[in-house]
């Protein structure tokens, strides 16, 4: 598993090549990269700063891509996720998890996306033409987030 933080931008196409390299059972990559919008709750976006506390957002991550392990048959995971000072089409996160099909794989990614979104410590605050704002989770995230409290797979 591979999780990193950082400032700088990334390159998915290397990315994704270093993690599938040398394993030839891998049957499937699913990748989802998060950018930064210009426009959130009807006000344009001009930047966005995320903050973080290095240690505790490393664990909670380390948590999060360990519980994808345990529910789903997946060989690797990755996590970037950006931290410091975006503007509006930068990337922002890749999750990315490879698996023997695509089943675990789309599932796998799509709950460490969701539970990024609504457990792991990032503080988000725009900058908009009224001024600036924390931004707090939406109830969208949190219900997509919810279902994986139900519904476990069977490895």
């Given at each position: 598993?591979?999780?990193?933080?950082?400032?700088?931008?990334?390159?998915?196409?290397?990315?994704?090549?270093?993690?599938?390299?040398?394993?030839?059972?891998?049957?499937?990559?699913?990748?989802?990269?998060?950018?930064?919008?210009?426009?959130?709750?009807?006000?344009?976006?001009?930047?966005?700063?995320?903050?973080?506390?290095?240690?505790?957002?490393?664990?909670?991550?380390?948590?999060?891509?360990?519980?994808?392990?345990?529910?789903?048959?997946?060989?690797?995971?990755?996590?970037?996720?950006?931290?410091?000072?975006?503007?509006?089409?930068?990337?922002?996160?890749l999750v990315a998890v490879t698996s023997s099909h695509r089943g675990?794989?789309?599932?796998?990614?799509?709950f460490i996306m969701d539970y990024l979104k609504t457990q792991a410590?990032?503080?988000?605050?725009?900058?908009?033409?009224?001024?600036?704002?924390?931004?707090?989770?939406?109830?969208?995230?949190?219900?997509?987030?919810?279902?994986?409290?139900?519904?476990?797979?069977?490895?």
């Open positions: 598993m591979r999780i990193r933080v950082q400032t700088e931008d990334f390159d998915v196409g290397a990315e994704l090549a270093q993690l599938r390299a040398g394993n030839p059972k891998i049957g499937a990559i699913a990748s989802f990269v998060g950018l930064v919008r210009d426009l959130n709750e009807n006000a344009e976006v001009s930047e966005m700063i995320l903050e973080h506390y290095p240690a505790m957002t490393q664990k909670s991550l380390e948590g999060i891509v360990a519980e994808a392990k345990n529910r789903w048959d997946i060989y690797d995971a990755l996590v970037i996720h950006r931290v410091g000072k975006l503007v509006p089409t930068d990337q922002i996160v675990e794989a789309f599932a796998a990614c799509e410590p990032f503080w988000k605050k725009e900058q908009t033409t009224s001024g600036s704002r924390w931004v707090d989770s939406r109830e969208s995230d949190d219900k997509a987030a919810q279902r994986w409290e139900t519904k476990i797979e069977s490895k």
